[in-house]
């Protein structure tokens, strides 16, 4: 009986081993696809959403004005259009900065836009965070930094400044975010 029960049992159980490293597989590779699927959907938002964005900030530094009151009400309507724009922050080639914020509505005196790093960049668009809340009305508010020298479109080579556009981090996030319960993180470099 002992050895028609192991002769019975051992294909069994050898057919159940082998069905469990399948299945075990197939999730695997299940799993695996909706994650790259997810990743590239997050990566196509994430793309997006930074398109524009540095699409407001290429056209907002090719297009000049010398006058600072029509330039704060261009800042103003740039932050108050585009949802996420939380600021914009000019500094000129003389040291002068020129900025808005819509989380507080100032566009002459306040401490945050002073915070704001302005980078040294080559060419092209810079992507950067401090990691740093902005605190406005006892509420923490992360930024997500879009920068581009500012330059005269007749004269590439004239510098003129540099401009950074405040983005609200939150609005990458759910650019990124999928549906399956995950965590987004957006890290420095």
């Given at each position: 009986?002992?050895?028609?029960?192991?002769?019975?049992?051992?294909?069994?159980?050898?057919?159940?081993?082998?069905?469990?490293?399948?299945?075990?597989?197939?999730?695997?590779?299940?799993?695996?696809?909706?994650?790259?699927?997810?990743?590239?959907?997050?990566?196509?938002?994430?793309?997006?959403?930074?398109?524009?964005?540095?699409?407001?900030?290429?056209?907002?530094?090719?297009?000049?004005?010398?006058?600072?009151?029509?330039?704060?009400?261009?800042?103003?309507?740039?932050?108050?259009?585009?949802?996420?724009?939380?600021?914009?922050?000019?500094?000129?080639?003389?040291?002068?900065?020129?900025?808005?914020?819509?989380?507080?509505?100032?566009?002459?005196?306040?401490?945050?836009?002073?915070?704001?790093?302005?980078?040294?960049?080559?060419?092209?668009?810079?992507?950067?965070?401090?990691?740093?809340?902005?605190?406005?009305?006892?509420?923490?508010?992360?930024?997500?930094?879009?920068?581009?020298?500012?330059?005269?479109?007749?004269?590439?080579?004239?510098?003129?400044?540099?401009?950074?556009?405040s983005v609200n981090e939150e609005r990458i996030r759910r650019a990124i975010a999928s549906d399956i319960g995950s965590r987004e993180y957006l890290l420095s470099d």
């Amino acid at each position: 009986m002992t050895n028609f029960l192991l002769t019975a049992l051992i294909p069994v159980l050898i057919f159940a081993i082998i069905s469990q490293i399948n299945i075990q597989q197939r999730l695997k590779e299940n799993l695996s696809d909706r994650i790259k699927s997810n990743l590239d959907t997050a990566e196509k938002n994430l793309e997006m959403v930074l398109d524009k964005y540095e699409t407001i900030l290429y056209d907002f530094s090719t297009d000049r004005e010398s006058n600072s009151t029509s330039l704060r009400k261009k800042l103003s309507h740039i932050c108050n259009q585009f949802t996420g724009v939380e600021g914009i922050t000019i500094q000129l080639k003389t040291g002068e900065i020129i900025y808005y914020e819509s989380l507080s509505s100032l566009s002459r005196l306040n401490t945050n836009a002073d915070k704001v790093e302005i980078p040294k960049i080559e060419r092209g668009a810079v992507y950067f965070g401090d990691g740093k809340p902005v605190k406005i009305a006892d509420k923490n508010h992360y930024m997500f930094y879009i920068a581009r020298n500012i330059t005269d479109y007749r004269i590439i080579e004239n510098f003129q400044g540099t401009v950074v556009l405040s983005v609200n981090e939150e609005r990458i996030r759910r650019a990124i975010a999928s549906d399956i319960g995950s965590r987004e993180y957006l890290l420095s470099d």
